[in-house]
């Protein structure tokens, strides 16, 4: 065997032992993490990771910290329920909740104040079933706001931390569209449709409003449900914005389907990837990197935007053979990205971790 070849043997051999994965010259490793609450969406601050998510009794809202000691515990009084992704900045984590609720947790005094959003008509849900008004999640603005989205109704709104103040702008909406995931690029705030595959814009200095359509499976009717109730046509997921490539990328949920919407041309770009159930969507590096959902679980697909090449990182010997990997909502460090596990029906304790390591 010459040396060359013994070289590369050993860095095989070594992969696999550490359960690593080579990706264009980067080194992946997929693992577990313990986490003390059901965590669903995770918010990195610069010097940790806030999880939300829920407490062992998969029913009160529940708040936890990672830092370089370990995890802790933010004490919440008992909530039921949690809305969509939380917001940070550099003293208060707000945290939205199932209905008109969310509140508001100061990091270094860990103390909890609760506010409540306006109450409105709710619209006619799409496709047709129930709906109430709900926050779809909470963006920190440039403006210093913390802006927010009232799921099921024609308004967002912007919560003031210094006054505490609440003030709403109404949008040109005639139904429902399950709003969802916001985030800013600049002075412009967006968001998922889910359920009609259209991604929603509101400029927060020239109060304008646009949809655009992003994705449809034309084999559907719009409003015809899957097996599992969801939109057939189109149910999107994860939303991130890519400031090299100046594109915000989503998924297509069970379609196998990356979208990138180029901000500078407005362009549309679709990437099909081998997995179909993809669950959320992240960025480490130059590359993307989704969830295998519940079509694959236990495994994580870095992808290249350029040529839409995928590799898959498989997540061995995990706590449960039914683990599977979902929510994947979180801006986190360059180097490291976290994704909720799902057992069953309920959010589990453990956190899938994917991370650029050196071997």
Not at 173 to 180: E, G, I, P
Not at 247 to 257: D, E, F, I, P, Q
Request: net charge positive; charged share 20%.
């Amino acid at each position: 065997m010459t040396v060359l070849a013994l070289a590369a043997f050993l860095i095989v051999a070594r992969a696999q032992a550490d359960s690593l994965t080579w990706v264009r010259g980067a080194c992946y490793r997929a693992r577990e993490m313990v986490c003390p609450l059901r965590a669903d969406y995770y918010v990195f601050d610069g010097t940790g990771i806030w999880a939300t998510g829920y407490d062992d009794s998969a029913t009160y809202l529940a708040l936890a910290h990672l830092d370089e000691s370990g995890w802790s515990v933010v004490p919440l009084p008992p909530i039921a329920g949690r809305g969509g992704p939380p917001a940070v900045d550099a003293t208060s984590v707000y945290v939205p909740i199932l209905g008109r609720t969310f509140v508001v947790v100061d990091k270094k005094t860990r103390s909890v104040r609760t506010f409540e959003v306006p109450a409105h008509e709710v619209l006619p849900l799409h496709p047709p079933g129930l709906a109430s008004q709900a926050l779809g999640g909470m963006s920190l603005g440039p403006d210093g706001g913390v802006w927010y989205i009232s799921q099921n109704t024609r308004w967002v709104g912007r919560f003031n931390p210094r006054n505490q103040r609440i003030e709403e702008f109404k949008l040109p909406l005639v139904r429902t569209k399950f709003a969802f995931a916001p985030l800013f690029v600049g002075t412009t705030m967006y968001w998922l449709e889910k359920q009609t595959g259209e991604l929603a814009s509101y400029d927060i200095v020239s109060r304008t409003f646009r949809e655009r359509m992003v994705f449809r499976d034309s084999r559907f009717p719009l409003g015809a449900l899957d097996a599992r109730g969801l939109e057939a046509s189109a149910f999107l997921n994860g939303l991130l914005y890519d400031a090299g490539r100046a594109t915000l990328w989503m998924n297509a949920y069970n379609r196998g389907t990356i979208i990138g919407f180029e901000l500078r041309d407005a362009h549309l770009r679709h990437l099909k990837v081998p997995p179909q159930g993809l669950a959320g969507i992240g960025l480490m590096g130059d590359c993307l990197v989704v969830t295998g959902g519940h079509s694959n679980p236990h495994t994580w697909y870095v992808v290249s935007p350029e040529s839409g090449a995928v590799w898959p990182v498989h997540l061995n010997s995990p706590h449960r053979p039914d683990a599977k990997i979902l929510g994947l909502h979180n801006q986190a460090p360059a180097n490291r990205l976290f994704a909720a596990e799902v057992e069953g029906p309920l959010f589990s304790r453990y956190i899938a971790v994917l991370e650029k390591v050196q071997p």
